[in-house]
């Protein structure tokens, strides 16, 4: 079995500032991770993913995310934000197995971006 | 850019009125799912779908639900008799590969389904 927490419901930040969404998982297996973004009325949009070939993952719109197994932690961070990375931020984690696997979503995280 | 797409996009029904969810997943993939979000929880997974057939499923996915991939395109998600607790976003995904745990995932923007 899997789960994912997102510490924070909501986070603020300036435009311009940097950006830090926590997420903690747990896993069964060696877990792949993900990263999803979800726009207003828009569907899910992948940023990264963690696939254990390297624990310092790149994304789109320049964010990165750390894989620290030590901490059980998967962080997205951005160095600066923008008003267009105002949503809802998911973690995600699928267990190790076949592509059957559904995956397990953290409650999600609302960036807001304050001008 | 291939994408997956859903209709409608709202849906409102009475309790007790059977409804059909439909995605058309992008044209190569192999995998589909069905996931929901009721307002203000997390996304939860239904069903995992794969060579005409159920591969997984949670316990949401009672006997109330059901899936199908009618005509080689079209992916569904029925609701026999819907209640109030089925209102929530519907969404619908593909994957393009068996076997790969690490596989991005790619959503459809969903279908809004009110029960009233």
């Known amino acids: 079995a899997q789960s994912v927490t997102q510490l924070d419901s909501h986070v603020s930040v300036s435009e311009g500032t940097p950006v830090l969404l926590r997420c903690n998982y747990s896993?069964?297996?060696?877990?792949?991770l993900f990263w999803y973004v979800q726009h207003p009325n828009k569907g899910l949009q992948l940023l990264l993913k963690?696939?254990?070939?390297?624990?310092l993952v790149k994304g789109i719109n320049g964010f990165e995310a750390e894989f620290k197994k030590s901490e059980t932690s998967f962080h997205l961070t951005k160095p600066s934000a923008h008003m267009s990375d105002a949503a809802e931020y998911f973690c995600?984690?699928?267990?190790?197995?076949?592509?059957?696997?559904?995956?397990?979503f953290g409650k999600g995280t609302h960036l807001i971006i304050q001008p | 850019e291939p994408e997956v797409t859903q209709t409608p996009s709202h849906q409102v029904t009475q309790m007790g009125q059977e409804v059909i969810l439909r995605c058309v997943p992008i044209?190569?993939?192999?995998?589909f799912y069905w996931y929901r979000q009721i307002l203000g929880q997390k996304v939860e997974f239904l069903v995992s779908?794969?060579?005409?057939?159920?591969?997984?499923k949670s316990e949401i996915f009672d006997d109330q639900f059901s899936v199908e991939r009618p005509d080689g395109s079209n992916f569904t998600l029925k609701i026999r008799s819907t209640k109030l607790e089925d209102s929530a976003m519907y969404f619908c995904?593909?994957?393009?590969?068996?076997?790969?745990?690490?596989?991005?995932?790619?959503f459809g923007p969903g279908t809004r389904l009110t029960v009233l």
């Open positions: 963690y696939t254990s070939a390297a624990t």
């Open positions: 995600v984690v699928s267990a190790s197995g076949g592509g059957a696997d559904g995956l397990t």
């Open positions: 896993s069964s297996y060696s877990p792949s």
């Open positions: 995904a593909s994957t393009p590969q068996a076997g790969q745990a690490n596989n991005e995932q790619f």
């Open positions: 779908f794969y060579n005409n057939e159920i591969s997984e």
């Open positions: 044209s190569n993939h192999l995998y």
